[in-house]
T-cell receptor, first 112, second 113 residues
Framework: GAGVSQSPSNKVTEKGKDVELRCDPISGHTALYWYRQSLGQGLEFLIYFQGNSAPDKSGLPSDRFSAERTGGSVSTLTIQRTQQEDSAVYLC??????????FGPGTRLTVT | KQEVTQIPAALSVPEGENLVLNCSFTDSAIYNLQWFRQDPGKGLTSLLLIQSSQREQTSGRLNASLDKSSGRSTLYIAASQPGDSATYLCAVKAGGANSKLTFGKGITLSVRP
């Protein structure tokens, strides 16, 4: 079956604009994660959704970042008033009851 | 706070060599450990997953071991090939089955023909 998909694959935006990044998890996976990969910082956890439970937002770097997951499937990560330090690759992952996380190809965000 | 370390950051070996990639973590109370491969400009591909109750997992030329008490894991690659050139990331999961992964910064491997 299809893996995790993300769109867009690349996004260039001007400083101060809002952006939305989309993640389509593997069908049937109940858990969905967002991570960010920056040069020199490695992979950082942002937010995690599990079924109908309240999301774990402990990794969001500021209140400019938010995410939602509609209908237990597709998720959107929104960054408001983008800053240059937001430039990174944003990765989405999903997992099933077997707990192995499968990653999408990522969205490369460049803030100019 | 869990910290994951992978040293060295880069490694270059001739084709055919057997090699070991190391990963260490500070908190031994992990749920599982996963090794990933990342090619330039691409996402992560899961290689091996070791549950906390397991000591090792094997897939083809890859073997991963886990020693929870010492906070270490190794990824063994047999008979390395140029196609193995990539960045290898180690990640641990603590706090339950569906909690977040904490990643090391990865080891960039180059296998010379």
């Amino acid at each position: 079956g299809a893996g995790v998909s993300q769109s867009p694959s690349n996004k260039v935006t001007e400083k101060g604009k809002d952006v939305e990044l989309r993640c389509d998890p593997i069908s049937g996976h109940t858990a969905l994660y967002w991570y960010r990969q920056s040069l020199g910082q490695g992979l950082e956890f942002l937010i995690y959704f599990q079924g109908n439970s309240a999301p774990d937002k402990s990794g969001l770097p500021s209140d400019r970042f938010s995410a939602e997951r509609t209908g237990g499937s597709v998720s959107t990560l929104t960054i408001q008033r983008t800053q240059q330090e937001d430039s990174a690759v944003y990765l989405c992952a999903s997992s099933s009851q077997h707990y192995e996380q499968y990653f999408g190809p990522g969205t490369r965000l460049t803030v100019t | 706070k869990q910290e994951v370390t992978q040293i060295p950051a880069a490694l270059s070996v001739p084709e055919g060599e057997n090699l070991v990639l190391n990963c260490s973590f500070t908190d031994s109370a992990i749920y599982n450990l996963q090794w990933f491969r990342q090619d330039p400009g691409k996402g992560l591909t899961s290689l091996l997953l070791i549950q906390s109750s397991q000591r090792e997992q094997t897939s083809g030329r890859l073997n991963a071991s886990l020693d929870k008490s010492s906070g270490r894991s190794t990824l063994y690659i047999a008979a390395s090939q140029p196609g193995d050139s990539a960045t290898y990331l180690c990640a641990v999961k603590a706090g339950g089955a569906n909690s977040k992964l904490t990643f090391g910064k990865g080891i960039t491997l180059s296998v010379r023909p």
